[in-house]
């Protein structure tokens, strides 16, 4: 887990981000007084998130890459997106379908892929990236506009899933993490809910109430397959919007792989004894702590991925588990260390692939329907067993 940041460490806001998280922390607490003086957590982070012009992804500004908040795998090396292309390609060779993206940030993957697929002559009939963001889909289209005109006209936007059914890859790196979550906290074996009030000064404070009887029935199944007890006053995450949002794409996709990057764990691994304050981090130029009442609007805010209910919901979904395996062993795979070409090439391999940087932490998923054929990225190591 990457080391939190001292709040006071942080660097300061420039005036007009601190306007813009004045304006976004005024409509959260506008909401906190409609609701009664408090909001789930849950609701919190999706406000300040995603609610419409105003949220960190709804807004503006740099998210990704050296002058953003935080890198993502794509953003280190475009080795990251050949890799991914040749796992593409088998899956396009048996299904001549398309590829969808969901939630493309730069476009700086969806440009690598649709390069390496053309130079593997395995292009897609069309490369679909919903996003939902207005500004990240404007980076988007910059960067794909510096393709050539035959890669350009693949590229289609959506701003919600395809009413039709689609056959092909479901790609979606980092999208799990930023799901909003509920925060809960665990007395004598019994989930409390974590929310968000704030007090006469206007500052956000975390409020305690009972959980209500979905959530305390989810903890309690959840909590009745671990291996060991945990510890009295255990704080930690869940995320209950796994399911319906893999279901949704399920309806979607009549034959072919979903292909999920992001940083998290099996179940008995994340909620273990000793992760006991759970794994929610805030991102704000490249430092990362964990008090999500800080800058709001202009920070992320995110929380490790629990791959046991991502493969739980899958199979409710009526997907197979095709694959699962850390991020170096993917690439490794699928040949990354035969692409490094020189020195810089070797530093983003390293960064992607050692224990210490994404190599470990970062896990790769594979959900497939109506497909039978194995996928080389997951023949150097496979994870199902942990699930």
């Given amino acids: 887990m990457t080391a939190s940041t001292p709040p006071s460490t942080l660097p300061p806001l420039f005036p007009a981000e601190e306007e813009h998280s004045d304006a976004v922390a005024r409509m959260i607490r506008e909401r906190i007084a409609a609701a009664g003086g408090w909001l789930p957590f849950e609701t919190f982070m999706e406000l300040a998130l995603y609610a ?16 953003g908040d935080f890198t993502t795998a794509p953003e280190v090396s475009d ?34 892929i649709l390069e390496a697929l053309a130079d593997a002559n395995a292009l897609p009939e069309r490369y679909a990236i919903l996003e939902v963001s207005a500004d990240l889909r404007d980076r988007q289209r910059v960067c794909i506009e510096r393709l050539p005109e035959a890669l350009r006209r693949r590229v289609v936007w959506f701003d919600r899933l395809p009413s039709r059914p689609w056959r092909g890859v479901v790609l979606a790196n980092e999208v799990l993490d930023a799901l909003p979550c509920q925060r809960i906290v665990v007395r004598q074996g019994v989930a409390h809910t974590l929310g ?10 975390e409020e305690e109430r009972p959980a209500d009887d979905a959530l305390a029935a989810a903890w309690k199944r959840l909590a009745r397959e671990l291996p060991y007890d945990l510890p009295d006053a ?11 949002w893999i279901s949704s794409l399920a309806d979607g996709l009549e034959r072919g792989v979903m292909l999920l990057f992001d940083y998290g764990l099996p179940r008995a691994h994340y909620y273990h004894p000793q ?36 493969a739980e919901a899958g199979d409710a979904a009526r997907f197979q588990v095709w694959g699962f395996a850390t ?61």
């Fill in 52 to 67: 419409p012009g105003l949220g960190y992804y709804s807004a503006g500004g740099a998210k990704m890459g050296a002058g």
């Fill in 79 to 112: 080795l990251f997106s050949v890799c991914v292309a040749r796992q593409c390609a088998e899956v396009l060779r048996e299904t001549s379908g398309s590829i969808l993206e969901l939630g493309a940030g730069t476009g700086r993957m969806a440009a690598g």
């Fill in 196 to 205: 968000v009030s704030a007090n006469a000064e206007g500052a956000f404070m």
């Fill in 234 to 244: 255990y704080r930690t995450e869940l995320c209950l919007r796994v399911e319906p």
């Fill in 275 to 310: 992760r006991s304050e759970g794994t929610l981090r805030c991102h704000y130029k490249h430092r990362v702590h964990d008090n999500p009442f800080l800058n709001v609007g202009v920070q992320d805010i995110t929380a490790w991925v629990d791959f046991t209910r991502v």
């Fill in 327 to 387: 991020q170096a062993a993917f690439l490794l795979a699928l040949g990354i260390e035969g692409m490094v070409r020189d020195a810089r090439q070797s530093s983003e391999a390293r960064q992607l692939l050692m224990p210490g940087e994404m190599g470990e932490a970062f896990k790769v998923m594979a959900l497939a329907r109506d497909f039978d054929k194995p996928l080389t990225g997951f023949t150097v190591q496979d994870l199902r067993h942990s699930l």
